[in-house]
């Protein structure tokens, strides 16, 4: 059983039937037009309408608290993402390859992985017994970006213009005794450039091979009177745009004890020759980068009740990756915040660190 299925484990019987996949809001037939987006509903939300590349659909979204919502139906009907129920986990299943999107129903809510990668910012939501996904999974995840206009109360949903490279899941499986090794890692296809594809997939395999060196050796000390132990390992891709890729690889190992631990690696490259970046090959046009970095980490750091004190400034440059428009800095479990707490994670637009007018990707082309 795996970190995300962990979180999952426990069903919430009968929160969510089948046919909560079947609702969604439509457009009144035969108009051409949506039905009217301002007036309030009585939960509290306006009705989005919903177009796909410029054309109006016949689904309605939701603005809600500030965020977007998507219906599931969306996915399926105008998406085309082929979705499946599994009663007996109570999750529905959207999309197929690296972009395969889950949702569990649990009694804590409505979690959501990618891919296998539990993503903790998002989470599904449930109106009118509708099953919905926040725009930013759409945006951040699964390939898509969006034009909203508050005024005219519509959403413009657009294909994202990608990097022409193939991303596939090779793993790594392996039992041993009663415990388990099971790592998904990429390796990518298509570059013209056969010498950074092999770099790129060079590193990603060791990252991996590495982990399952560690496992081995954890597994050949243990003892017979030791609950079985367990190794996995699972990525998303964040970043596919202007000849950079961007992802970030959560490993997680049960060796004993009342928890397991994960370790969080991060791998951003340069499709034009295979080079690893760091924050310096991004940032660089900025010459206080670091400094400011450090001040406004450590700002947020002190803020948190939980901070164990002893950030003195950025230790690595490989701990980030990007989003669109943003780099993402964390921190591991334990470094500077309880295990309760999860991975800090510091969001920065690419604006608040470059000077105007400045591109983060200039120097790669």
């Known amino acids: 059983m795996n970190k995300t299925n962990k979180l999952a484990r426990t069903w919430g019987a009968g929160m969510l039937a089948a046919a909560l996949l079947l609702g969604g809001t439509v457009v009144s037939a035969g108009t051409g037009e949506a039905a009217p ?213 959560d490993q997680y190992a049960y060796t004993g004890g009342a928890h397991g631990m994960t370790l969080r690696q991060a791998f951003t490259f340069s499709l034009k020759d295979g080079k690893r970046l760091l924050l310096k090959d991004l940032f660089g046009a900025n010459p206080n980068y670091k400094k400011l970095l450090n001040e406004k980490v450590g700002k947020l750091l002190r803020a948190d009740e939980g901070y164990f004190g002893g950030f003195t400034g950025l230790n690595t440059e490989k701990y980030f990756y990007l989003k669109d428009g943003r780099v993402v800095l964390f921190f591991q479990l334990y470094e500077y915040t309880p295990y309760a707490a999860g991975f800090p994670e510091f969001t920065f637009t690419f604006n608040e660190l470059l000077p105007d007018g400045s591109n983060p990707f200039a120097r790669l082309k």
């Open 37 to 249: 987006v301002k007036a309030k509903v009585k939960a509290g939300y306006s009705l989005v309408a919903l177009k796909y590349n410029g054309t109006l659909t016949m689904q309605q979204g939701i603005f809600r608290e500030g965020k977007l919502w998507i219906p599931v139906t969306f996915l399926k009907n105008t998406l085309g993402m082929p979705i499946t129920y599994n009663k007996a986990e109570n999750s529905y299943t959207a999309g197929q390859g690296i972009r395969q999107t889950k949702l569990t129903v649990t009694v804590y809510g409505i979690s959501i992985a990618v891919n296998g990668y539990f993503i903790n910012e998002y989470e599904g939501r449930s109106y009118n017994n509708r099953l919905y996904v926040p725009f930013g999974l759409l945006s951040d995840y699964l390939g898509y970006r969006g034009d909203f206009s508050a005024s005219s109360g519509r959403l413009n949903i657009m294909n994202r213009p990608l990097n022409k490279v193939t991303v596939t899941t090779e793993t790594y499986a392996k039992e041993i005794g009663d415990s388990a090794i099971r790592l998904n890692y990429p390796q990518i296809a298509g570059l013209a450039e056969a010498s950074a594809q092999k770099s790129i997939n060079d590193t990603l395999r060791q990252a991996a091979m590495s982990f399952a060196e560690d496992a081995d050796r954890a597994i050949a000390e243990k003892s017979e009177q030791d609950r079985p132990y367990e190794f996995d390992s699972n990525y998303v891709v964040t970043y596919n745009q202007n000849g950079v890729l961007s992802l970030v690889m």
